[in-house]
């Protein structure tokens, strides 16, 4: 079957780094997406990779391992408005997104 | 970049009563559009893909007698909730995807939250 996995919960602080993992399985794949999501809003798009390697915009990266079925978000000098759920979505070969469940940042002072 | 718009974005009716939902893509055509809801604190389910000037494919577990999606435009697809119970209470979000060609991103309107009383 199809599923993406990501830790549901992280903490990190103001100021520091953090890395929010995925791993993923699907029937096909076209790409992996990362999607910010704050409470009560829609996503919204911050990354999209299909090739190896990291891809580096502004205070975040996303990374991306066909091979081993692995991606990764980097938030830098973290700010408290980065706190947020951050998802994990892989699109397979249908074209299809198949969704992680959401990794609730909380950023603490 | 892309935009898509959701309207309304809050509606409370009553238990018995339907529901419209519209989505539109502002300033792009889009040839399929997407239909999730959301729980609290939950992940996005796909409810249907929709495309324009077809039937709507549904998920698993969906109702389409429930749920009517009509995507009668390149800018405009239609999520009907029918006889809505509490239960469909939700966050109802549209999405968008471009032509084939350009990057495989979905543009996502704001949302919707049902509250059915």
């Known amino acids: 079957g199809q599923n993406i996995d990501q830790p549901t919960e992280m903490t990190a602080t103001e100021g520091a780094i953090v890395q929010i993992n995925c791993t993923y399985q699907?029937?096909?794949?076209?790409?992996l997406f990362w999607y910010q999501q704050h409470a009560g809003e829609a996503p919204t798009f911050l990354s999209y990779n299909v090739l190896d390697g990291l891809e580096e915009k502004g205070r975040f990266s996303s990374f991306l391992s066909r091979s081993k079925g692995y991606s990764y978000l980097l938030l830098k000098e973290l700010q408290m408005k980065d706190s947020a759920s951050y998802l994990c979505?892989?699109?397979?070969?249908?074209?299809?997104?198949?969704w992680g469940a959401g990794t609730k940042l909380i950023i603490k002072p | 970049g892309a935009v898509v718009s959701q309207h309304p974005s809050r509606v409370i009716c009553k238990s018995g009563t339907s529901v419209k939902i519209e989505c539109r893509s502002l300033d792009f055509q889009a040839t399929t559009m997407f239909w999730y809801r959301q729980f609290p604190k939950k992940s996005l389910m796909l409810m249907a893909t929709s495309n324009e000037g077809s039937k709507a494919t549904y998920e698993q577990g969906v109702e389409k007698d429930k749920f009517l999606i009509n995507h009668a435009s390149l800018t405009l697809s239609t999520l009907t909730v029918t006889s809505a119970h509490p239960e469909d209470s939700s966050f109802y979000i549209c999405?968008?995807?471009?032509?084939?060609?350009?990057?495989?991103?979905?543009?996502f309107g704001p949302g919707t939250r049902l509250t059915v009383l």
């Open positions: 699907t029937s096909g794949f076209n790409g």
């Open positions: 999405s968008a995807r471009g032509p084939a060609g350009e990057i495989n991103e979905q543009f």
């Open positions: 979505a892989a699109l397979d070969s249908n074209y299809q997104l198949i």
